[in-house]
C-alpha cells in the first residue's frame, strides 16, 4: 500500500510539473507534449509520466488525439497548476539532510528504517523528502526500502573548480554561431530576476533561490543551440546544488547578483553579444570569489 501512494504522489508531482512547464514556456494550444521528452526534461521513466499525462488529460488541462498523442489544452496563461502539498514544515529537515549528506555523515546506501529512526521521522514525511532529494539529482531508491545517495560536490577545491568551469563554457555559449535570442523567454527570465530583486528574494528559501538562479544560467545557454554546452551546465549544477545551499547566507549580496541576470538580460536583448558574454564572465568571476571565500 505505501508504495502505491508514493507511485500516487510522483504522479501527482509530475502532473504539476507538467503543467508548469507549460506555462513558464508558454506552450501554444495543440503543442504536443512526448512521454519521451518529458521523461528525459523530468529525469524519470515514462510510465509516471504517461500516468500523469493520464491525469491531465481527466483534469481536461490536455487532450488526447489518436494520431498525435497529447495536445496542450489550455493556453499558457489560463493553465493552472494543481494545488502542490504543504512541504514548508519538510524544509528544515530537508536541509538537514542534504547538509548530513554533504558533510559525509550519512552512508552513501542506507535503509528507509535507519534514516527514520536518525532523523525521528515516520516514514511518509521521509518519503516525501527523499522523493525530492531524487527529484533534485542528489538520491535514488534502491529495491525494496533502501535509498543511495549520489556523489556531489563536497570540497571548497571541487567547488572553485566547478566555477572555473562555468567561467570556461557559459560566456562561450552566448558566442556560438548557433546563439538565438528568444525574446519573450529572456523577458520572462528578466522578470522572475526583477521580483527577487523587489523583495522576493528575502522571502525564498535556498532550494527555491538556487532552482531560480540554474534555471536563468541554464535558459542563457540553451540559446546557444549548442547540446553539448547544455549539457555540460545542466550536470554541474546538479552536482553543485547542495554545496549552493550552504553559500546563500548573504542575501544582499544575492540579490546583487540578480540585478546583473536584469542587466545581462538587457544586453543581449540589445543585441550586444561580445558585451554580453564579457560581463557574464565578469559575473561568474565575482560570484566565485565571493562563494569560494565564504565559509
Given at each position: 500500500m505505501a508504495s502505491r501512494r508514493e507511485a500516487s504522489?510522483?504522479?501527482?508531482?509530475l502532473a504539476r510539473q507538467i503543467v508548469e512547464h507549460v506555462r513558464t514556456e508558454r506552450l501554444a494550444p495543440r503543442t504536443r507534449l512526448t512521454e519521451r521528452a518529458l521523461a528525459e526534461r523530468f529525469n524519470v521513466s515514462r510510465s509516471p509520466i504517461r500516468a500523469a499525462l493520464k491525469l491531465l488529460k481527466k483534469r481536461r488541462?490536455?487532450?488526447?488525439?489518436?494520431?498525435?498523442?497529447y495536445l496542450t489544452a489550455l493556453a499558457a496563461g489560463r493553465a493552472?497548476?494543481?494545488?502542490?502539498?504543504?512541504?514548508?514544515?519538510?524544509?528544515?529537515?530537508?536541509?538537514?539532510?542534504?547538509?548530513?549528506?554533504?558533510?559525509?555523515r550519512i552512508p552513501g546506501k542506507v535503509t528507509e528504517n535507519a534514516l527514520m529512526r536518525t532523523y525521528r521521522l515516520p516514514?511518509?514525511?521521509?518519503?516525501r523528502i527523499l522523493r525530492r532529494a531524487a527529484e533534485e539529482g542528489w538520491a535514488e531508491r534502491l529495491p525494496g526500502h533502501g535509498w543511495t545517495f549520489l556523489p556531489v560536490?563536497?570540497?571548497?577545491?571541487?567547488?572553485?573548480?566547478?566555477?572555473?568551469?562555468?567561467?570556461?563554457?557559459?560566456?562561450?555559449?552566448?558566442?556560438?554561431?548557433?546563439?538565438r535570442i528568444e525574446r519573450d523567454v529572456l523577458l520572462r527570465c528578466r522578470k522572475e530576476q526583477q521580483s527577487l530583486v523587489d523583495g522576493e528574494g528575502l522571502r525564498l528559501p535556498p532550494a527555491a533561490l538556487f532552482a531560480i538562479g540554474s534555471r536563468f544560467h541554464e535558459t542563457l545557454i540553451?540559446?546557444?543551440?549548442?547540446?553539448?554546452?547544455?549539457?555540460?551546465?545542466?550536470?554541474?549544477?546538479?552536482?553543485?546544488?547542495?554545496?549552493?545551499?550552504r553559500k546563500i547566507v548573504d542575501r544582499a549580496r544575492w540579490l546583487s547578483r540578480c540585478r546583473e541576470h536584469v542587466e545581462l538580460v538587457d544586453i543581449l536583448l540589445e543585441?550586444?553579444?561580445?558585451?554580453?558574454?564579457?560581463?557574464?564572465?565578469?559575473h561568474l568571476e565575482a560570484g566565485s570569489k565571493d562563494k569560494t571565500a565564504s565559509p
Open positions: 504522489g510522483l504522479v501527482e508531482q488541462l490536455i487532450r488526447r488525439e489518436r494520431d498525435n498523442g493552472r497548476t494543481p494545488p502542490a502539498p504543504i512541504i514548508g514544515k519538510d524544509e528544515a529537515l530537508y536541509l538537514k539532510i542534504a547538509e548530513d549528506h554533504v558533510s559525509g516514514r511518509g514525511a521521509l518519503v560536490l563536497t570540497s571548497p577545491e571541487a567547488y572553485a573548480q566547478s566555477y572555473r568551469f562555468r567561467i570556461l563554457i557559459e560566456p562561450t555559449g552566448i558566442l556560438e554561431p548557433t546563439f540553451r540559446c546557444s543551440g549548442n547540446p553539448f554546452l547544455i549539457d555540460a551546465l545542466e550536470r554541474i549544477n546538479r552536482v553543485r546544488r547542495l554545496i549552493e545551499y543585441g550586444d553579444r561580445a558585451t554580453a558574454a564579457a560581463f557574464l564572465r565578469r
